[in-house]
Structure formats: structure tokens, C-alpha cells
């Protein structure tokens, strides 16, 4: 009988034991989850963590901040590839090497994200006379992509044609595909009028 009590006392023993680093293992698991959400939490932008509380509510912000780098990461590949046609092709050189007044054509759109939507800068210049900027057709553009268009502010100066666009995005931000949008409106500037 003292054998079994002994053995009773050992078991409990180790059944406590066993609950203990479970306890610790767990109690180590929530501090270093802790740590790294307090780490996602300082790389985001504060403007997408300001009112937030919950992990889950970072997490999911950390998740849409994402699909808004990997479509930045695109357009900024789609710009890439077509500078790299521009210079295989020298287009670039023309643009550059001669002067302002030569009839040399530069254009080009830049698509910036901002809180809730896009800015769209577009500049174009050796326009000739009485040609026209293709602005409706931008705008065309954008609703069918699903931004609407909040502000739009023409510039003429020194023979150059500036546009600048601010656009709210219908939708959820993160399904805005910038690279197709980019390739539209660069197709869209690049049409002869």
C-alpha cells in the first residue's frame, strides 16, 4: 500500500510538472506574439493602425498594406519595363537631347496612392498647336476602373500640358489593380490626336 501511495505522489508529481512548463510554454509563446505584433504594429503607417485596438484589427491592416505595396511594386515594374523600351528604342534620347521648342513629344503619367484613392499626374509637352489633351478620355478611364474623380486641376506652361487628378476609389483600395491603370492611361497619352 505505501508503493502505491508512493506511486500516486510521483505521478501527481510529474502531472504538475507537466503543467507547470505548459503554463510556461504558453505564458513564453503570448510574449514573443506580443513583441512581434507590437513589431507589425511600428511598421505600418499610422494612419492605418490611428483607432485601432484589437491585434486582429493590425493584422488586417498589416494584411490590405500589403496588397497596396504589391500593386506599388507592380506599377512601379510596369514604369520600369516601359523606360527600358523608351531607351532601347531611344525615345528617351530624342526627349532629352533636343530642345524644348524642337517638336520632340514627352509624356507621361504618374500614379501616386493617398489615403481613400489615387493621384494622377500627367504631364505632356511638344504639343502642337490646336492638338488637344485627352482628358475625357482619362476620366472615361478612371470611372471604369471604378475611382471617382474628386478634383482635376489643368496647368498650361512653357508648351507642356499638366493635369493633376485626385480620385476616391469606390471600392476597397487593395483591389484597385494600379498596374492595369497605369498601362491604360500610358496607352490612352500615347494615342496621336
Do not use: W
Not at 492605418?48 to 494584411?63: P, T, Y
Amino acid at each position: 500500500m505505501a508503493q502505491e501511495n508512493q506511486h500516486i505522489i510521483l505521478v501527481t508529481s510529474d502531472n504538475d510538472e507537466r503543467k507547470i512548463i505548459r503554463r510556461e510554454v504558453e505564458k513564453q509563446r503570448r510574449t514573443n506574439m506580443s513583441i512581434l505584433c507590437a513589431s507589425l504594429r511600428s511598421s505600418l503607417p499610422f494612419e492605418l493602425i490611428k483607432g485601432k485596438r484589437s491585434a486582429s484589427d493590425h493584422i488586417g491592416e498589416a494584411v490590405n498594406y500589403i496588397q497596396i505595396l504589391k500593386q506599388k511594386i507592380n506599377a512601379l515594374q510596369v514604369k520600369r519595363d516601359r523606360l527600358k523600351l523608351m531607351v532601347n528604342s531611344s525615345l528617351l534620347e530624342t526627349s532629352i537631347d533636343q530642345p524644348e521648342h524642337s517638336g520632340a513629344v514627352v509624356k507621361c503619367v504618374n500614379i501616386n496612392l493617398i489615403p481613400g484613392g489615387v493621384e494622377i499626374a500627367i504631364c505632356s509637352s511638344g504639343l502642337e498647336e490646336g492638338s488637344n489633351s485627352p482628358l475625357s478620355e482619362f476620366m472615361e478611364i478612371l470611372l471604369q476602373e471604378g475611382c471617382d474623380v474628386v478634383s482635376c486641376v489643368s496647368t498650361l506652361a512653357n508648351g507642356r500640358i499638366f493635369h493633376a487628378i485626385k480620385c476616391e476609389v469606390e471600392a476597397d483600395l487593395t483591389r484597385l489593380d494600379l498596374a492595369k491603370l497605369q498601362h491604360k492611361l500610358d496607352h490612352a497619352i500615347l494615342l496621336p490626336r
